[in-house]
């Protein structure tokens, strides 16, 4: 049974430019969330999708978008990338009314 | 504001011994927690969660207490091994007020966990 997995691993960029981050979810999950983690800190939520729709939005702007495919799988774009984009994304999977994610490995996007 | 403090940033241990990592909280509407553990390079891996109904949860070696009165929870590995060794974080949620799966998880910032053999 496949977990969460995340495409690419690694990503570098430069600042003004725009990033496409992966996610599919573990199998049996329909919901979606994404997470930034800086060097240092615990994990800070930035969305979740469920049924193709955000459902719920943390306290990042709106250069931070998300898509969910009708396969569940998802997808997170950051636009007009800053210095401080530079950051783990983490996507995490679920099941709509259970109470425990699921995180994939991450994926390490550095703008220089 | 920090929601969710782990006033720890590390911890070490002795094999065999006791681990305990805490965690404090400021907002009374969290209803379930939860531990992950972390090693370099990997996501956080799911260990232990508590809903805010109980005070204990056991699964093998680790075991939570929450103290809602406190507004604390604390994590308890016995016994230690080296294995163990990884960044712990404690994530609180209100996602049951929501009617469904958890949403929004708030973190600590973690807790490195070193056991020594």
């Known amino acids: 049974d496949a977990g969460v997995t995340q495409s690419p691993t690694h990503l570098i960029k430069t600042r003004g430019q725009q990033v496409t981050l992966r996610c599919s979810p573990k199998s049996g999950h329909d919901t979606v969330s994404w997470y930034q983690q800086a060097l240092g800190q615990g994990p800070q939520f930035i969305f979740q999708y469920y049924e193709e729709e955000e459902r719920q939005r943390g306290n990042f702007p709106d250069r931070f978008s998300g898509h969910q495919f009708p396969n569940y799988s998802s997808e997170l774009n950051v636009n007009a990338l800053l210095l401080g984009d530079s950051a783990l994304y983490l996507c995490?999977?679920?099941?709509?009314?259970?109470?425990?994610?699921?995180f994939g490995p991450g994926t390490r996007l550095t703008v220089l | 504001d920090q929601q969710v403090k782990q006033n720890s940033p590390s911890l070490s241990v002795q094999e065999g011994r006791i681990s305990i990592l805490n965690c404090d909280y400021t907002n009374s509407m969290f209803d379930y927690f939860l531990w992950y553990k972390k090693y370099p390079a990997e996501g956080p891996t799911f260990l232990i969660s508590?809903?805010?109904?109980?005070d204990k949860n056991e699964d093998g070696r680790f075991t939570v207490f929450l103290n809602k009165s406190a507004k604390h929870l604390s994590l308890h590995i016995v016994p230690s091994q080296p294995g163990d060794s990884a960044v712990y974080f404690c994530?609180?949620?209100?996602?049951?007020?929501?009617?469904?799966?958890?949403?929004?998880?708030?973190f600590g910032k973690g807790t490195k966990l070193s056991v020594k053999p």
């Open positions: 995490a999977s679920s099941r709509l009314g259970a109470d425990t994610q699921y």
């Open positions: 508590i809903s805010s109904i109980k």
């Open positions: 994530a609180a949620s209100a996602g049951r007020n929501y009617g469904g799966s958890q949403g929004n998880l708030i």
